[in-house]
């Protein structure tokens, strides 16, 4: 257990609906990532947030925005949703001390039909 | 842009023996890190050992040890002592090391199988 949570686990939603899936880091940890797993597109960050700050983007599309929360938990929204967004999302946090070792949560793991 | 190369789609080993899981890295900053993750069937990331650029030493974590070779550009992940349950995705993975880190960029993943 890394000590990263994200909920839910599984989600199954139709195609132009919208989802947020909920990120909570490790206690004591500021940094929060969000990534996305897929069979084409392998593992892709998405964006990375600093207590409360954007840090980066990465290949995150105009319908995904994403958020942290002054108790540090993060929020992924994804909107418009096609049958391509399908994916293994994975959040991680890093620890203040030794930013480079980012930390997995479980992932949301999303259907979209 | 930095990049991760994995060449090995697959690898087969005995259990009990050891494995060389190959990473080749691209990178124009002087300063980054080199990361190794197990990804099992579950789906979870399970982060295995890191490697600064200026450590002048191979890190080691327990049965997993990270062969670096800065001059060859790369970070190949050795398991001793192979054992059912390290059979998983195993990803490599590079960041901008110093203050600047930030994201992972992932390499496609060999899957390894441990055969008894």
């Known amino acids: 257990d890394s000590g990263v949570t994200q909920t839910p686990k599984h989600l199954i939603t139709a195609t132009g609906q919208r989802v947020t899936l909920r990120c909570s880091p490790r206690?004591?940890?500021?940094?929060v990532y969000w990534y996305q797993q897929s069979l084409d597109q392998g593992l892709q960050f998405l964006i990375h947030?600093?207590?409360?700050?954007?840090?980066a983007k990465g290949n995150i599309l105009e319908r995904f925005s994403a958020q942290q929360f002054p108790d540090l938990h993060s929020e992924l929204n994804l909107s418009s949703l096609e049958l391509g967004d399908s994916a293994l999302y994975f959040c991680a946090s890093s620890p203040p001390d030794f930013p480079g070792t980012q930390y997995f949560g479980p992932g949301t793991r999303l259907l979209v039909l | 842009a930095q990049k991760i190369t994995q060449t090995q789609p697959g690898m087969f080993v005995q259990e009990k023996e050891a494995v060389t899981l190959d990473c080749t890295y691209d990178?124009?900053?002087?300063?980054?890190?080199l990361f190794w993750y197990k990804q099992p069937s579950s789906g979870e990331m399970i982060f295995l050992i890191y490697?600064?650029?200026?450590?002048?030493q191979n890190a080691t974590e327990g049965r997993y040890s990270l062969n670096f070779q800065k001059a060859r550009k790369s970070a190949n992940l050795v398991i001793s002592a192979s054992q059912l349950g390290d059979s998983a995705m195993y990803f490599c993975?590079?960041?901008?090391?110093?203050?600047?880190?930030?994201?992972?960029?992932f390499g496609q993943g060999t899957i390894l199988t441990v055969h008894p």
């Open positions: 947030y600093y207590n409360g700050e954007e840090r």
């Open positions: 206690s004591g940890d500021l940094s």
């Open positions: 490697q600064g650029s200026y450590d002048q």
């Open positions: 990178t124009s900053d002087p300063s980054y890190g």
């Open positions: 993975a590079i960041s901008r090391g110093g203050t600047s880190y930030g994201k992972l960029t």
